[in-house]
């Protein structure tokens, strides 16, 4: 119930157009119902009138049944084309809806899920919601109005004989029912098989660069064939329920049918029944058998529309695991002092990353964190920006928990410069902007002057509106680190985190991105992770962390002098001693 109540939320916009849809799909149920009682009157009595009276009504029976599908026209073509603009309109509220929850989800969520599946659930599972918010209350109520009201006619025009078919058609819906669960399940597996192709068609397109390059192109054929088939399976799966719950409703409508003869002729036989009648009858089984033909197509629009529906729901119900505290205030004028008080953390009970962490880094310090891969700096990094939650002990900044500020202005105070750079499709300009979105063009062009990379721009032929292509690939590395270290200068945070900035570059490109990461720097609080030992030798401090925490701290000068973990980092890289 707590599905279907989310559910009907999405209709409360657009009850207007919902309820003049229902009212349009009644006056076509009279419509249809009026028809066969309309024929029934003209054969029983009118037609047996003198020829004069039959001329001179039959104009105006047919003035007024031509305004009564003039009617009918008009309300089918309100239910065709608002009844879906309805429809497309809810899916969007969806689609969006579930777009907004991905962004409110923590770094976790996305640990553990593949970005393939994700987009399913947006594309591909929001698919038949439309069809079904549309056609699905409209079918259920004409299907139920029609064959209740076929049925009080029929019951009029001759008792026994409805009771008979109403008799067949509950041995038809218990059919029903039983196949329904079946194809529930089929569905549902449908939606988790399709979201796993779409897994692997985003994992190897995302890396074809890769794929071709080790000639591995057979591979990522091979895996997407598995997926591919596997969905094919459940696909048969799913039709061989669909033919089965199909076949054996059309089988029960045929029975129908074959009731009315029987039973029909055994009445006429007794002389309970007078043949007229039945053909009158008759007529009115294809009005009782119509709806419930409409009713199977519902059950099969319903279970795609309700499973689709079901997996959106899953994403919708998940609790970000960071998100603001009830009384959060605004991060403000921030100096940039920051405080790792016993900082510990753990993705999970066995894999424990940091340990007791305790940090303490003036407003406009330069901290650089060395050590091992996996030793936790990046992710002691993470902490400050609360992409994840410290499991024990706290961070703050200017003496306020960082738990206690909004995530927005936190953020908002923190600019990241990471190995891996991602731009989105656009210009150059708009990925830029990104650090402010409402920045002028020329606060734009200052941004990218300072980043050393406003000349480059300027020697392409359509300067700041170059096309980046998808993810920069039309552009180099280092000209991608410039563009995301003017994004940084754009946003003008107090508190500044370099990510193995440089270690992808070559060395050319290193110096020209060290001088800008150098101006970048002044007069902020700056945290560093590098390997490359010689982008720290300045720093205020170095804090070196190993699988058992904080290992050594000092400057360059007075670690060298220690001669411990750092200075042998050092003479491997520089001086080539063991």
Not at 49 to 62: D, M, P, Q, T, W
Not at 158 to 164: S, T
Not at 278 to 296: G, R
Request: hydrophobic share 40%.
């Amino acid at each position: 119930m707590s599905t279907f109540k989310r559910f009907l939320q999405y209709y409360k916009p657009y009850k207007g157009i919902f309820f003049m849809d229902l009212f349009c799909a009644l006056i076509m149920c009279i419509v249809d119902l009026s028809f066969p009682l309309i024929l029934s009157y003209c054969t029983g009595k009118f037609f047996l009138k003198s020829s004069n009276e039959i001329l001179k009504g039959v104009l105006f029976l047919g003035i007024g049944l031509l305004i009564m599908y003039v009617i009918r026209a008009l309300c089918r073509y309100y239910v065709s084309c608002q009844g879906h603009v309805m429809g497309a309109n809810m899916e969007s509220d969806m689609r969006q809806d579930l777009f907004n929850q991905y962004q409110r989800l923590s770094f976790s969520y996305y640990d553990k899920h593949n970005t393939g599946v994700m987009m399913s659930r947006v594309v591909s599972d929001l698919f038949d919601i439309c069809e079904f918010a549309h056609h699905g209350p409209e079918n259920l109520f004409i299907s139920l109005f029609k064959i209740f009201g076929s049925f009080i006619i029929l019951a009029t025009i001759y008792w026994p004989l409805a009771l008979i078919l109403l008799a067949v058609t509950v041995v038809m819906m218990v059919f029903s029912y039983s196949q329904n669960k079946k194809m529930r399940r089929t569905f549902m597996e449908n939606r988790k098989k399709i979201g796993s192709v779409n897994a692997s068609l985003q994992d190897s397109l995302g890396g074809i660069r890769v794929v071709q390059s080790f000639a591995n192109e057979d591979i990522e054929i091979d895996k997407f064939n598995h997926s591919n088939m596997e969905f094919l399976e459940s696909k048969k799966d799913n039709y061989r329920v669909m033919g089965t719950f199909q076949g054996g409703n059309n089988f029960f409508q045929g029975l129908l049918y074959v009731t009315i003869i029987v039973f029909g002729g055994l009445f006429i036989a007794n002389g309970d029944l007078n043949p007229i009648v039945l053909a009158t009858f008759a007529l009115y089984i294809n009005v009782f058998v119509s709806p419930i033909e409409v009713l199977v197509e519902f059950t099969e629009m319903f279970q795609k529309g309700f499973s689709g529906f079901r997996r959106f729901e899953e994403v919708m119900n998940e609790i970000p695991e960071i998100q603001d505290s009830k009384n959060a205030k605004d991060l403000k004028n921030v100096s940039g002092n920051i405080d790792f008080d016993h900082v510990s953390f753990q993705y999970n009970e066995n894999e424990k990353v940091i340990d007791d962490v305790n940090l303490h880094i003036k407003a406009g310090e330069k901290i650089a964190l060395v050590g091992p891969s996996g030793s936790g700096k990046t992710t002691l990094c993470s902490l400050l920006s609360r992409f994840y939650d410290v499991t024990n002990g706290s961070i703050c900044i200017d003496g306020q928990n960082i738990k206690d500020v909004t995530l927005k202005s936190l953020r908002s105070n923190i600019g990241l410069v990471q190995q891996d750079v991602y731009l989105f499709t656009g210009t150059i300009e708009q990925n830029i902007a990104y650090g402010r979105p409402n920045a002028s063009h020329e606060e734009i062009v200052k941004a990218a002057k300072k980043a050393n990379i406003h000349d480059f721009i300027m020697s392409l032929p359509e300067g700041y509106d170059t096309f980046c292509g998808e993810r920069g690939t039309r552009l180099s590395g280092g000209q991608k680190q410039r563009i995301s270290i003017a994004r940084v200068f754009l946003k003008n945070p107090k508190i500044l985190i370099l990510d193995e900035a440089t270690s992808a570059l070559d060395n050319e490109s290193e110096r020209i991105i060290q001088k800008s990461l150098e101006d970048l720097s002044k007069d902020r609080t700056c945290i560093t992770i590098a390997h490359r030992l010689s982008t720290i030798r300045n720093a205020d401090e170095i804090v070196v962390i190993d699988a058992t925490g904080m290992h050594e701290r000092g400057t360059h000068d007075e670690l060298m002098k220690l001669n411990g973990t750092y200075a042998k980092y050092y003479k491997l890289q520089f001086e080539g001693l063991n």
